[in-house]
C-alpha cells in the first residue's frame, strides 16, 4: 500500500506533482515561478490546456545554484471550480504518470484556489492517490514494475501536520485503505477464497481494531432454520459461513446492520450459466468485502453515535449432486417458504435468512444490503451508476448522498405491490424468480419480504463492482465500490 505522510515543504525531490486549473480566460498558471516558467512554454506550444485528465511531465533545468526538484509534474484540473471528484480523479492521474517514471517517492502540493479547505483537500488527494495506485500482483511471479507503475512507494502531501491535517490524513487512508481491502478479498480466484476465507478475514481483522466477531457454521444454520445458506451451499463441497462483525459503542445508540452478499462462486447451480465469462463470478462475493472491509475503518475509527453490525452470509453456488434444484421448496430463517425455480438466484436467498437473522436479533434502526444481485441492473444502469432500491425515503436520501459525496453515485428504482404480486408461487409462500423483465426490482422484492418494516436499503452492485475502468482512481478489476459510501454515511449519522 502506498504511504502517504504530510510534511511542511520539501525540496529537491525526486518528483514533485502541482495541480493546475484551466482559466475560462488565458493560459493556466501557477504561482510557484519556476514551474509556471515551463507551464507557460507548455501551454505557448498548445500541448497542455489543463483540461481534466491531462498532465504535462518536465526535467526542468538546474538555474543559479539553486536545489531544484528533478521532475516537475503537471495535471490538469479542468475548467470549473473542482467538485470533491475531480481532486480524486486527478491524484488518480497523478499517481499513474509518476507510476511511469522512476521515482520511488513524490512530494504533491496542494492546488490552489479551489474553494475547497485544505483538510478536505488532503483527504480526497489521499483518497485518489492510494485507490489509484492499488495493484493485485500476488499471483505474478514475474510481474513487470515498469508496466504496473509499482516504482512509487511514498509521497508527501505538502502542508503543515497539524491536529487537523493529520485527521484529514487519516480519514482519507482509512476510506482507501479499506476499499483496497475489498479489493484485495474480491482478487482472490474462488479456489484462494471461500467462505471460510471470510470467517478468518474477519476474525484478523478484527483483532487490530477491537471488534467482535462470531461465524455461524452448517451446524449452527442447521439449528436455526437457516434453509436458504443451506441450500444454495448444498451443491458445493466447502461449507457455508455467516460471519458476523459487530462494533458497539452504547446500548443505547441506534444500530445500523449491514449485510453483503458472499457467493464465492457463481456457477448457477443447476441453472447452471453459460461458460463464457464465468470466471468473472468469482466476484459475487464484493457486497461482502464491501461490508467487511467497511468494518475495518469503524474499527480505526470508532464512530460515536452509532453501532454497526455487519453480516456476511458466504457461499459457493455450484451443480453437485446434492445441489438445489429448480421447483425445490426451502424454508427460510422465520419459517417463510421459498419455490426456487431458478438455482441463479441464489443471492437473495442467502440474503434473505442473513437480513431475516440480523432484524431479529439486532433490532437496527436501519438495515442495507449490498450485492451483486442481478444482471438486469446492468442493462439498466450500465457501470455507472449502482441499483439503489429502499422502503423508508429517508435512509434512502442518506444512501444517494452518502455515494454522492463518495464519488460512488447511485440511482433509485421503484418497489411496490405490483411486483411483490409476480412472486407468488403456487406451492409455496413466494418464488425466487419471475419472467425477466424489472429483474432488479423483483430481486429487491423478494428481499423487501424479509426486512418487515425496518427501515431498509438495497444496492445493487452488478454493474459496479468490477470492470467499471473509466476512472483514474479505479484499476481494471474489482472496483472496491459501496466501502467508502458506506463509510460516509457512518460519519455522518445523525
Ligand atoms: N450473481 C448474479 C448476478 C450478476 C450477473 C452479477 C452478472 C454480476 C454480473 C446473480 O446471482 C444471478 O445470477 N442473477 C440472475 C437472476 C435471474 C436468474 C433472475 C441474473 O441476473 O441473471
Ligand atoms: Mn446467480
Ligand atoms: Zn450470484
Known sequence: MLKVNIKAAPTANEIAVYFVRQPAKGKPSCSEPTVNELLARAAASGDFTAKEGQSVLFYPAAGGGKKIDQRVLVVGLGKEKPTAEAIRKAAGVAVAQVGKTKAKETVVRLPEKTGLAIPELLELLTEG??????????????????????????????????????????????????????????NEPGNHWTPTHFAREAKRLAHGVGLKVSVLGKAEMQKLGMGGILGVSQGSAQPPTLTIVEYRVSPKAPTLLLVGKGLTFDSGGISLKPSAGMEEMKYDMCGGAAVLATMQ?????RPTKLNVVALIPSSENLPGPAALKPGDVITHYGGKNV??????????????????????????AAVIDIATLTGAVIIGLGHHRTGLLANDDTLCDKVVAAGEAAGEPLWRLPLGPEYRKQLKSTVADLKNVDKRDGGTILGAAFLQEFVGKTPWAHLDIAGTAWSFTEKSYVPKGPSGIGVRTLLTLIRSWK
Open 129 to 186: 492517490l492510494i485507490l489509484g495506485s492499488y495493484r493485485f500482483q500476488k499471483y505474478q511471479t514475474a510481474a513487470d514494475p515498469e508496466e504496473n507503475g509499482s516504482q512509487l512507494k511514498s509521497v508527501v502531501l505538502a502542508a503543515s501536520p497539524t491536529k487537523e491535517t493529520q485527521a484529514a490524513l487519516a480519514r482519507g487512508m482509512n476510506a482507501a485503505e479499506a476499499a483496497c481491502l475489498a479489493r484485495n478479498m474480491a
Open 297 to 301: 475503518a469503524v474499527g480505526r475509527e
Open 339 to 364: 419455490e426456487v425455480v431458478n438455482t441463479d438466484a441464489e443471492g437473495r436467498l442467502i440474503l434473505a435468512d442473513a437480513l431475516a437473522y440480523g432484524i431479529e436479533k439486532y433490532k437496527p
